[in-house]
C-alpha cells in the first residue's frame, strides 16, 4: 500500500493549506473568477440560448420569434447557474476553515442561502414565464400550486442556516443529545442511499450494459433520483438513528441523569422530534413535485432502455377518446419537449351521433398554437366516408400556396388533454394533478378518485417520518433493567404495521370506500395517538402495555364493561 501514500500525502497538505493558509480565501476567490471568464470567452451561455427551426413551413401557427428580453435574460441565468457550482466551492472553502465552530460557518451558510434562493427564484420565474407564452401543451398550470411550490423551495433553501442557528442556541445536553442523534442519522441515510442505489443498479445493470448506456448518464440519472429515494428511505433512517442513539443512552444511563436534574422526558427528546419535524418538511418538499417526477422519469427511462427508444422520445402509440365530441385520435410519438419537436404520425377519426365514421386526418407531424387553438397537420390527407366507405380524399394544403398543412380550429384537445389520458397518479406532483384535474373534469369521481387521493397523499406521506419517531422515541427509552430489545422489536412491528395500513387506507380512498383526505391522514391518526399514549406512560415511569392475547381480551372486556355501565346509567 505504499503507492497510495503519496496522495495522501498531498491530500493532508492541501487540507492544512485550507484549513491554516491566510492566502487559502484569495486564491480560491481568484481561480472563481478565472474560471468564470474562461467560460464566457469560451461561449458557456450559448448553450442556454433558444434554437431557430430548422424548417420554417413546420412553424405552427401564429409563431413569433423571442423577444431580445429573452436572450438577455437567458445570458444572466447561464452565468447565474453556473456561479453556483464555482461558488460551491468557495463556500467549501470558507466551511472547512470555520469547522469545528459553528459561529463562524453562519455567515457564509446565509450568504450561500440568500444567493441559492435568488437563483431558483429566478430561474423557476422565467421557465413559469416561458411556458406561460409558448404554451406549447396548453397544460392549465393552477397559480396557487406554483405560488406554494415557490414558498415550499424558499423555505427549503433558507432553512440550513436556521438550523445551524438553532444548534448554536442549544444548550449543552441539547446539543450532546442532537449530535448522538445525528451521527447514527447520517449514517444510516447515507447506507440505506448507497444500498438503495446498489440494488437498482444490480437489477438493471444488464439493460445499461446491452443498450451502451454511458457510467456518467448512470451517475446523473440516479443523481436525479434523489428526492425520490430520500422520501423512500427517511422513515426508516429516522427509525433505526432513533432507537440507536436512544438506546446507547439508555444503556449508559445517560438518560436517567439527564432526568435526574430536573429535565422533563420531552425535554430530553425534543432535538429528536425537532429532526423529525425538519426531516419530515424536507420530505413534503420534496414530494410536493420533485420526487413523483423523478420516479416517473425513472419508470420512463428504464422503459426507453429496455426498448432501446430515445430519451427525447416520452410515448409512443398515444390513443385519446373524445367522447363528447366523438373524436378519436392515434399519435405515433410524442417527443419529450414539444417546443422543439412536434407530434409524429398523426390520425384523427371524426364520428357522427350515430358512431359512423365521417372523416379522417392523416398526417406526418402536428403543433398546437395556444394562441387561437389551432391544430396545425403537416404532410397528410384528409379522407371523407360515407356509409363506412371512402367519397373523397385530398392532401393538405392552405389556399394560394403549395404548402401541405391544414388548420383547425375549435377542437378542444391540446397535447395535454391528449398526454393525461396516459398519466398515472403515482408519478405526478402536486401540481400536475391539480393540471390533471383541472383537464379532465368531466370525468366521473372513480376515474378521478385516485388522482385526488394522491393529491393529499403528497402532504401526508413525508409526515410518517415524524410518526416514527414519535413512536420509536418512548420505545427506545428504557428506565429499567428490563432491556432494550422489546421496544425495537415493537418498533419495528409498528413501522410495517404502519407500511400496510398505509397502503390499506390509500386503496380505500382510491377506490371511493371513504374519503380521500381522511384516508390518506387515517394511519398519522391511529399511529400517533398510539405514539402519544405511550410517550406518556413513559414519561410517566409506567409499564408499557403488553401486546399478547391474554392483555388484548383483558382490555377488550375492560372496554366493554365500561361502555355497558354507561350505557345502563343513560338508560335509567
Given amino acids: 500500500m505504499k503507492f497510495l501514500q503519496p496522495p495522501i500525502d498531498l491530500l493532508n497538505a492541501c487540507w492544512r493549506w485550507v484549513r491554516f493558509s491566510p492566502f487559502a480565501p484569495v486564491a480560491v476567490w481568484m481561480g472563481a473568477i478565472v474560471v468564470m471568464l474562461l467560460c464566457q470567452h469560451w461561449g458557456y451561455h450559448e448553450m442556454f440560448m433558444p434554437q431557430l427551426p430548422s424548417n420554417f413551413l413546420d412553424l ?103 438550523m445551524l442557528q438553532y444548534f448554536i442556541r442549544c444548550k449543552i445536553l441539547e446539543r450532546y443529545v442532537l449530535r448522538t442523534f445525528l451521527q447514527p442519522l447520517i449514517f444510516c441515510f447515507i447506507a440505506f442511499c448507497t444500498l438503495w442505489i446498489v440494488m437498482d443498479v444490480l437489477d438493471h445493470l444488464a439493460d445499461f450494459r446491452q443498450n451502451n448506456v454511458g457510467g456518467l448518464d448512470i451517475v446523473y440519472f440516479y443523481i436525479k433520483l434523489v428526492p425520490y429515494i430520500y422520501v423512500t428511505v427517511a422513515p426508516v433512517t429516522l427509525l433505526l438513528a432513533t432507537l440507536y442513539a436512544l438506546g446507547k443512552m439508555s444503556r449508559a444511563n445517560e438518560l436517567i441523569s439527564m432526568l435526574g436534574v430536573g429535565r422533563s422526558l420531552g425535554q430530553v427528546l425534543r432535538p429528536i422530534f425537532i429532526a423529525g419535524i425538519y426531516a419530515s418538511f424536507l420530505g413534503t418538499v420534496a414530494n410536493y413535485h420533485w420526487a413523483p417526477n423523478a420516479a416517473g422519469h425513472k419508470e420512463q427511462l428504464m422503459d426507453d432502455v429496455k426498448e432501446q427508444l430515445k430519451q427525447d422520445v416520452l410515448v409512443r402509440g398515444l390513443v385519446y377518446r373524445n367522447s363528447q365530441e366523438r373524436r378519436t385520435w392515434f399519435i405515433g410519438v410524442v417527443p419529450s419537449d414539444l417546443r422543439k419537436e412536434p407530434l409524429r404520425r398523426i390520425e384523427v377519426r371524426q364520428d357522427d351521433e350515430n358512431g359512423h365514421l365521417v372523416k379522417s386526418w392523416f398526417a406526418r407531424s402536428a403543433n398546437w398554437s395556444r394562441g387561437d387553438h389551432t391544430w396545425s397537420f403537416f404532410n397528410g390527407t384528409e379522407v371523407i366516408y360515407e356509409d363506412g366507405s371512402v367519397v373523397g380524399m385530398k392532401a393538405f394544403n392552405i389556399e394560394g400556396t403549395t404548402k401541405n398543412r391544414k388548420d383547425e380550429t375549435g377542437w378542444s384537445e391540446t397535447p395535454w388533454i391528449l398526454l393525461s389520458g396516459s398519466l398515472t397518479p403515482e408519478f405526478l406532483g402536486v401540481p400536475q394533478i391539480l393540471s390533471y384535474l383541472n383537464a379532465n373534469h368531466a370525468y366521473g369521481a372513480s376515474k378521478l378518485a385516485p388522482f385526488r387521493t394522491h393529491l393529499f397523499y403528497r402532504f401526508a406521506q413525508p409526515w410518517q417520518t415524524l410518526l416514527v419517531v414519535i413512536i420509536a422515541a418512548p420505545l427506545g427509552v428504557v428506565f429499567s433493567r428490563r432491556g432494550l430489545l422489546g421496544g425495537v422489536a415493537s418498533s419495528i412491528f409498528i413501522f410495517f404495521f404502519l407500511l400496510f395500513i398505509d397502503h390499506l387506507f390509500l386503496n380505500l380512498g382510491k377506490g371511493l370506500h371513504m374519503p380521500s383526505f381522511l384516508a390518506v391522514w387515517m394511519p398519522h391518526i391511529i399511529l400517533g395517538s398510539m405514539g402519544v399514549y405511550i410517550f406518556r406512560l413513559r414519561a410517566q415511569n409506567r409499564d408499557l402495555p403488553t401486546f399478547n392475547l391474554k392483555a388484548i381480551i383483558g382490555g377488550a372486556t375492560s372496554l366493554w364493561n365500561t361502555l355497558r355501565m354507561r350505557l345502563t346509567k343513560a338508560r335509567a
Avoid at 416561458?130 to 396548453?138: K, L, N, P, Q, Y
Fill in 60 to 162: 405552427p401557427k401564429g409563431w413569433q420569434p423571442q423577444p431580445d428580453g429573452v436572450y438577455v435574460s437567458l445570458y444572466l441565468l447561464a452565468y447565474i447557474r453556473l456561479f453556483v457550482l464555482v461558488g460551491g466551492v468557495v463556500y467549501h472553502v470558507y466551511m472547512v476553515r470555520a469547522f469545528p465552530n459553528p459561529k463562524r460557518m453562519l455567515l457564509p451558510t446565509w450568504i450561500a442561502a440568500i444567493y441559492l434562493t435568488f437563483w431558483a427564484l429566478a430561474s423557476n420565474f422565467y421557465d413559469k414565464w416561458e411556458s406561460t407564452r409558448a404554451g406549447v401543451t396548453g397544460e392549465l398550470v393552477s397559480g396557487p400550486a406554483f405560488v406554494i411550490q415557490m414558498i415550499l423551495m424558499v423555505c427549503l433553501l433558507l432553512s440550513p442556516p436556521f
